[in-house]
């Protein structure tokens, strides 16, 4: 089997392509279990690109009193995922 090799401008191309990058993040923690410090839950990705998150990122840049809002008005839901439902395709 032979691989063709990419030209040298298509892969620059491509490195210089930093659309899939967050511009920001919010991360989120819990307590550890002992109390002594704090563990990383998860992080959300947020892009200048998209209108919605654009509006967030500004919001959370105007200081430690717009991170506190978003804690305050932050809501979360929890689902669990059914893994005994069976999974199949339509075809």
């Given at each position: 089997?032979?691989?063709?090799?990419r030209?040298?401008?298509?892969?620059?191309?491509?490195?210089?392509?930093?659309?899939?990058?967050?511009?920001?993040?919010?991360?989120l923690?819990?307590?550890?279990?002992?109390?002594?410090?704090?563990?990383k839950?998860?992080?959300?990705?947020?892009?200048?690109?998209?209108?919605?998150?654009?509006?967030?990122?500004?919001?959370?840049?105007?200081?430690?009193?717009?991170?506190q809002?978003?804690?305050?008005?932050?809501?979360?839901?929890?689902?669990?995922v059914?893994?005994?439902?069976e999974?199949?395709?339509?075809?």
């Open positions: 089997m032979a691989f063709a090799n030209n040298n401008s298509a892969a620059a191309a491509d490195r210089a392509d930093q659309s899939w990058k967050n511009d920001a993040w919010v991360n923690y819990v307590p550890s279990a002992d109390g002594t410090g704090r563990k839950l998860g992080a959300i990705g947020l892009k200048l690109s998209r209108g919605f998150d654009a509006a967030v990122i500004n919001r959370l840049n105007q200081g430690p009193e717009a991170v809002a978003l804690l305050q008005n932050l809501e979360i839901e929890y689902v669990l059914d893994e005994t439902k999974v199949s395709v339509g075809f």
